[in-house]
Structures are given as C-alpha cells and as structure tokens.
C-alpha cells in the first residue's frame, strides 16, 4: 500500500508540474520593455515565414499565419521555454505536403488533434527526458536534410509553376523541365532577388527585419512593372469556421491519418526541445522543462485545427532571433503572437499581393540558413562514425521521409557507439599514484579548487550523466577533469563538455584538463575547446601538475591570502 500511495503521489506531482506556475512570469515585471520589444522584431521577422510556410504545406497561407498567433500564444503560456516561439516550420511543411495533397484540408487537421493528443501522454507519461539522447550528428544531418528539402520545394513557386505533388525530387526535375521548355525569367528573378537580399541582411545587420524589407520591396516592383509571378492570393479578415464534413471520413483512412499523426508527433517533440536547447545554450540562466514543453505543443497543436491552424512546434530560427533581441521571459513570444494578430486583421488585403516567388525566396534563403557548415565540418573532421551518422541522415531526410532519417541514424549511431564500447573493453591493472597535494594544502583545495574523474564512455548516451553535475558547482575558482579514464569520445560527448567548459568559464571557474588522450583531443579540437585551454596552460599530463598549477593560479590571484584572512578572522571570532 506504500508503495502505491507513493507512486501515486509522483504521478499527480508530476501531473501538476506541467502546468504554469507563477514563477514563470516573474520576468514579465522586471523585462516588460525589452520583452515587449523583443516580440515586435520576432513578429516582423515571422510574418513572411509564416505565411511562406503555409503555402509550402499546401494548406495556404492563411493556416500558417493562425497558426503562429493561437499555437504562439498556447505555448507561450503552457510551455517550458521562457524563451521558445512556436509556430509553424519548415520541417512540418516537407511532412504536410504529400498529406495535404492526398486527405484536403480536413484530413491535416484531425492528424494535427492527435498528434497534440500523443504529445500530451508524452509529456504526462515523462518521455521528454529521452529527447537529449538523439546524437549531435544525428540532429545536424536531420537539420541539413531539412534544409536541402525546403529549397527544393521552393523550386515550382520560384520558377513561377504551380506546385507539384510528385516525389520531392521527381517534382523537381518536372519543374526545371517545363521552365526550361518555357521559360520566364521573372520568377526567377524576384526570387533570386529576395533570397540575396535576405541572406546578405542578415551578415550585415541581423536587428533588421530583412525579410519583411525584402517581401514589401519584391511586392512594390512585381506590381507596377506587372510581372506575372502569382501572388498569395485574398486572406480572411476573421477567423473562419471549421469546413463543413471536418471529421467526415472513410474508416480505410485513419490508419493512414494515424501513422502521419505519429510522424507529427515524433517531429514536434525532436524539433521543440532541440530548439528549447538551443535557447538554454545561448543564455546562462535559462533551463527548459522538457515535459512541460511537449504539454504546451500538444495543446497547441489540439486546439490550433478547430481554428484553421496547421501542426505546429518550435521555431529554432524565430526562438535564436528572440533570444538575440533580449528576450527574457514569456511576454515576449505572447507579445509576438498578439503582433501577427494586429498584422492579420489590419494588412490583409495587401498581403493578398504578395508574390509566391518573394515568399519562395524567404525560404530558400532561411533553408541555405539552416545548413550550420561550421559544424558540419566540424563534425566531418571529428570521427569517421560521427561523419558516417551526419551523412546517412541527410540524405535519408532528402529521400526518405523525415521519421524514418531520424530512425536510421539513431540505429545507425547506436550500432558505431556499441563497437567503440565493444572494442575499447580491457582489464588492467592501475598502478598506484602518488598523492596529489600535501593534508596543509587540503583546506584550500576543499574550498575552492575540485576534481572530477570522468571513467567510462562519453558518447552520446552517458555525456549528460557525466556532465550535468558539472554546471551545479559552486563556491569554487578552479574545476580539475580527470580524463585519463575515458576509453571512448564521440561528437556529442565532445560537444556537452566544450558546452560545460564554456560555461564553467563564463561564471568565472577556471577549467583545467589532465590525462587527455590524443584520440579523445580530435573531436574537442574540432570544436575549438583545446587550443584556448592550451594557450592558457591549462592542459596537463598529470593532475598534480594541474592542481599544482591550479594552486599557482589562486597565488597569483591573491585567493590565498584572502583566504589566510578569513580563516584568522574565523578562528578569532570562535576563540572563548
């Protein structure tokens, strides 16, 4: 009976835990200015996105716009990201595309209430923890191959075609054949001209709202010399009703409905909380709920069908500009919501202007955005299996559809990460070393300088087990890793503890490494996490001769006579 009680109690703990507490909004009273003003320039920057990603989908423009507004709201308010914009993406229009074309409208919409219903049991039933096991280059190849889709699809709207609703790749070629039996070289040129203008913006100025500029600009010229380019066409003033027969199907389809709910799902929790991540990694205060964060999607992506909506998640590209205009709290993604709002009601009838080709160049030029080669090469140049497992995703992603990437190259990072387990397994004995420091020295080492031993395999599975710790230390100067024990590394474990050092550093604690192995130093050298801590002479064969470095460092700091002090002015004050 204790046992039950107990269980049941964690549940309902649990339970409540996923919904809004009053401390979530503690930042709206303190940031209200910039937050206010952080939402404004993410609005301005998502309303030709938005619009863009409605029409990729097939389901129009009008369903992305509602989207970013009733999903942008539900999310901010029931979310786990201080600082997530939701909306919809580039990664549920590729998905939405063959489903749009082949269950209307109305078929999108019942997919799209149960994937929020799958995503709340998720978060209920506590699976958002798992989402940090997928590995770096698993999310990298996905991201990459997401990219490469999306401008692929952009090539009927740019070429001035209508969409096509073959394969992704035979719809391509389609389209480049016809242009090229007839070709009209207008589209093509309000599209390159936007995709430049967008890409060029954001190297020079990101604070400009380029995209928007681009939109109006490409809208302007397209109207008074009359080019035939297509344009988005009337969007209703209000929201409109759901469509008549909206739940009416033929029992033979839901299989179908249900295996692309599970698609949705499965994509909305992966994408919402790498964006979440990313958001937390660009702050130094800021840490995601998981299961909270999938709650908030799932409501989101519930409700937002009964309003003409599409499926919904985070918006990585819409979260980083939110974060990089000083973002503090959730007022800032509501804020964004309630702008598109006025946006829709007040500039409808010119946005019904606005060429398919100005919109087919935003996306092309935020898919080339997508594709972080920086860290592609990175990962290229790490491990030949990280590499591998970078490849074969993008490339599943192109050809196959994006479920089943993400499938291949987990399995295919599981199997590499099990060998390097399998051929790294040895028996030795360990000589015994020698003291680090002398008892006199082990006041000062206790309070302020501390060493960590990381033994066993820090790939992509056990990084965060080994690591997370690491961010909770406190009242210390100067952080010893001991890496004489760690027999396998891999991209994404090189990647937490280039994460953790930079933080470390960025409070202030000095990082000092020791016992490094030469095939573990590739993969952080990649990321450039070495060649600074080299520099600096922070990289060690040994640990005494890092402590002992570490003890020079506080020395020279003047930590030690602070703390001589302190520990004379303590012991007067304890003397009777």
């Known amino acids: 009976m204790t046992i039950t009680r107990e269980t049941t109690a964690t549940k309902r703990r649990r339970f409540r835990q996923l919904f809004p507490e009053r401390s979530d909004f503690a930042h709206a009273g303190r940031h209200w200015h ?17 619009l863009g990603f409605g029409i990729a989908s097939g389901l129009g423009a009008f369903a992305g716009l509602i989207t970013s507004i009733i999903a942008g709201v539900l999310a901010a308010l029931l979310g786990g990201s201080n600082l997530q914009v939701t909306g919809p993406t580039g990664t549920m229009a590729v998905v939405l595309v063959p489903l749009a074309a082949t269950h209307s409208h109305a078929g999108v919409m019942l997919v799209g209430i149960m994937a929020g219903l799958m995503l709340i049991a998720l978060a209920v039933a506590g699976a958002g923890r798992y989402a940090r096991y997928v590995p770096v280059p698993v999310v990298e190849g996905f991201t990459a191959g997401v990219g490469v889709v999306i401008a692929i699809q952009q090539l009927p709207p740019a070429l001035g075609l209508p969409a096509q609703n073959a ?41 400009i709202p380029t995209p928007l500029l681009a939109v109006v600009a490409a809208t302007a010229v397209t109207w008074f010399a009359h080019l035939e380019v297509g344009v988005i066409g009337s969007l209703p003033r209000t929201i409109p009703a759901p469509e008549a027969g909206f739940f009416d199907f033929a029992f033979a389809e839901m299989p179908d409905l249900v295996a692309a709910a599970i698609a949705i799902c499965a994509l909305c929790a992966l994408e919402s909380l790498l964006s979440a991540t990313v958001a937390d990694n660009m702050t130094v205060d800021q840490h995601h709920n998981p299961d909270r964060e999938l709650f908030g999607q799932g409501v989101g992506n519930l409700v937002t069908p009964f309003f ?8 990585l590209a819409r ?37 398919l080709a100005a919109l087919a160049g935003v996306l092309i030029a935020t898919s080339i955005r997508m594709i972080e080669v920086g860290s592609m090469l990175a990962l290229a140049r790490s491990t030949r299996s990280d590499a591998a497992v970078m490849w074969l995703t993008l490339a599943a992603t192109v050809v196959l559809d994006l479920v089943w990437a993400v499938a291949v190259g987990v399995a295919l990072a599981g199997l590499l990460a099990l060998g390097r387990i399998s051929r790294s397994v040895s028996v030795e004995e ?61 991209a994404s474990g090189a990647t937490v ?29 990649a990321l450039g996490i070495l060649e600074p801590l080299w520099q600096q002479g922070r990289l060690f064969e040994h640990t005494s001769e890092a402590i002992a470095a570490a003890r020079r460092r506080l020395k020279s700091d003047g930590l030690l006579e602070q703390l001589e002090a302190e520990a004379a002015a303590q012991a007067e004050a304890e003397r009777p």
């Open 308 to 315: 003409g909506g599409m499926p919904s998640s985070g918006a």
């Open 34 to 50: 910039t937050d206010l003003l952080a939402g404004l320039t993410v609005a301005v920057v998502a309303l030709p996105l938005a």
């Open 497 to 525: 503890l280039a994460d953790a050092v930079r933080r470390l550093e960025h409070r202030g604690i000095a990082v000092y490494l020791s016992g490094l192995e030469p095939v573990h130093a590739k993969p952080l050298e």
């Open 430 to 490: 360990e000589p015994i070393e020698p003291a680090d420091h002398h008892d006199e020295e082990a006041a000062l080492l206790h309070e302020h300088i501390v060493a960590y031993r990381l033994e066993g395999p820090l790939f992509f599975a056990a990084a965060h087990r080994f690591l997370l710790q690491l961010l909770d230390v406190a009242d210390v100067r100067v952080v010893v890793l001991r890496m004489s024990r760690v027999y396998t590394m891999d």
């Open 167 to 207: 394969h992704l790749l035979t719809g391509a070629w389609d389209s480049v054949a016809a242009f090229a039996a007839e070709p009209d070289w207008g589209p093509p040129a309000v599209a390159f001209a936007v995709a430049a203008a967008v890409l060029l913006g954001s190297r020079l100025h990101s604070q």
């Open 319 to 355: 979260t980083a500009v939110n974060v990089r205009s000083g973002a503090a709290g959730r007022l800032a993604s509501l804020t964004h919501a309630l702008v598109l709002a006025l946006m829709m009601l007040a500039l409808a009838p010119l946005v019904a202007h606005v060429p």
